[in-house]
């Protein structure tokens, strides 16, 4: 069989020839329809992640959706380096299958659950979001941030604040319900006041990017807070704009702020696997957030380093599957464009 097989850690994989899977007690064969591309992967194909190692050659791709033998159609919630999902056949454990509803697209599936289940556990799990209250998106644009805007509104947000540096994507939020947008780029001071205009009475903040927006956007919200005992949920869940903030320690004494992080490390296996679960039985009332590009998976490394449009993400499948979807022509215009 083949498969997507990185052999130097930030080097795009090659599609290769490698041995059948070998199950595991426990484990079955799953026939692979839909892997997705996004950050999670390309930092585990790093070496990068926090959990990740430098094993190598490892077979990149997290989760995705295939066909059991039995003919069913599955979600794999989650494989580490260096076995993962781009291959044509995986072992994967059988209690961790997880039946796709009927009537949606494994492509589909395959990339929004990953973007989705970082607001999902995030909201539900870490921020606890009670109904009412008032959520900021940090990072709002990409596909994981117009996920949470559309998720805290589903799940009784009273009101949303988007914060990004795309323009076009801010106007996606509001599309997708948020009340009011914050535009990251511009001087600090300017930056630091719009998120005291618009989110200073936020309960919760949902932070995919970290580094100095992250410390606009506290100080802002500190600054113009009316109740500093009112306690401000802040859950980090991405690092877009860097890995390190500054934090002064007055800012942890003026007001109630409570800092968690949202990850692979943060909850248990048992919960994750229930909010995953959870998750995939609502994807039939969400639409998808973004573009979807389906590629074949033979052509997995001209793909890996493909510029794409704000919003659109790769989901790799069987040769030939990418021409059932709208999007694979969109592969070919950007490839032609770059």
């Given at each position: 069989?083949?498969?997507?097989v990185?052999?130097?850690l930030?080097?795009?994989?090659?599609?290769?020839?490698?041995?059948?899977?070998?199950?595991?007690?426990?484990e079955?064969?799953?026939e692979?329809?839909?892997?997705?591309?996004?950050?999670?992967?390309r930092?585990?194909?790093?070496?990068?992640?926090?959990?990740g190692?430098?094993?190598?050659?490892?077979v990149?791709?997290?989760?995705?959706?295939?066909?059991?033998?039995?003919?069913g159609?599955?979600?794999i919630?989650?494989?580490?380096?260096p076995?993962?999902t781009?291959?044509?056949?995986?072992a994967?454990?059988a209690?961790?299958?997880?039946?796709?509803?009927d009537?949606?697209?494994?492509a589909?599936v395959?990339?929004?659950?990953?973007p989705?289940?970082?607001?999902?556990?995030?909201?539900?799990?870490?921020?606890?979001?009670?109904?009412?209250?008032s959520v900021?998106?940090l990072?709002a644009?990409?596909?994981?941030?117009?996920?949470?805007?559309?998720?805290?509104?589903?799940?009784?947000?009273?009101?949303?604040?988007?914060?990004?540096?795309?323009?076009?994507?801010?106007?996606d939020?509001s599309a997708?319900?948020?009340?009011?947008?914050?535009?990251?780029d511009?001087?600090?001071?300017?930056?630091?006041?719009?998120?005291g205009?618009?989110?200073?009475?936020?309960?919760?903040?949902?932070?995919?990017?970290?580094?100095?927006?992250?410390?606009?956007?506290l100080?802002?919200?500190?600054?113009?807070?009316?109740?500093?005992?009112?306690?401000?949920?802040?859950?980090?869940?991405g690092?877009a704009?860097g890995p390190?903030m500054?934090?002064?320690?007055a800012?942890l004494?003026?007001?109630?702020?409570?800092?968690?992080?949202?990850?692979?490390?943060?909850?248990?296996?048992?919960?994750?696997?229930?909010?995953?679960?959870?998750?995939?039985?609502?994807?039939?009332?969400?639409?998808?957030?973004?573009?979807i590009?389906?590629?074949?998976?033979?052509?997995v490394h001209?793909a890996?380093?493909?510029p794409?449009?704000?919003?659109s993400?790769?989901?790799?499948?069987?040769?030939?599957?990418?021409?059932?979807?709208?999007?694979?022509?969109q592969?070919?215009?950007?490839r032609?464009?770059?």
């Amino acid at each position: 069989m083949h498969a997507a097989v990185v052999h130097a850690l930030g080097q795009p994989p090659r599609y290769e020839s490698v041995p059948e899977p070998a199950p595991a007690a426990g484990e079955v064969v799953v026939e692979m329809l839909a892997a997705a591309l996004y950050p999670l992967v390309r930092s585990f194909a790093s070496g990068g992640h926090y959990t990740g190692g430098d094993a190598l050659p490892l077979v990149p791709g997290f989760d995705g959706v295939g066909r059991t033998t039995e003919g069913g159609l599955v979600y794999i919630p989650g494989l580490e380096p260096p076995r993962g999902t781009m291959a044509e056949r995986v072992a994967v454990p059988a209690a961790s299958l997880m039946p796709v509803p009927d009537g949606l697209d494994p492509a589909v599936v395959a990339t929004a659950m990953n973007p989705a289940s970082s607001a999902w556990i995030a909201l539900r799990e870490r921020a606890r979001l009670r109904g009412g209250e008032s959520v900021l998106v940090l990072g709002a644009t990409g596909n994981a941030g117009r996920a949470a805007v559309r998720l805290a509104l589903d799940q009784g947000a009273g009101q949303v604040v988007a914060a990004g540096r795309d323009p076009l994507g801010l106007q996606d939020a509001s599309a997708l319900g948020a009340a009011r947008t914050v535009l990251l780029d511009g001087p600090g001071a300017e930056v630091t006041d719009a998120f005291g205009a618009a989110a200073a009475d936020a309960d919760i903040v949902l932070d995919y990017l970290w580094g100095r927006p992250a410390e606009l956007a506290l100080d802002g919200i500190l600054r113009h807070r009316a109740d500093p005992t009112r306690t401000l949920r802040w859950v980090q869940v991405g690092s877009a704009a860097g890995p390190d903030m500054t934090l002064p320690s007055a800012w942890l004494r003026k007001a109630d702020v409570d800092i968690c992080g949202s990850g692979l490390g943060s909850i248990s296996a048992a919960r994750r696997s229930a909010c995953l679960r959870e998750l995939l039985a609502r994807l039939p009332s969400l639409a998808p957030t973004g573009e979807i590009v389906p590629v074949p998976l033979a052509e997995v490394h001209t793909a890996w380093e493909t510029p794409l449009r704000s919003g659109s993400r790769i989901v790799f499948v069987p040769a030939g599957g990418e021409e059932r979807h709208s999007g694979a022509a969109q592969l070919r215009k950007d490839r032609e464009a770059v």
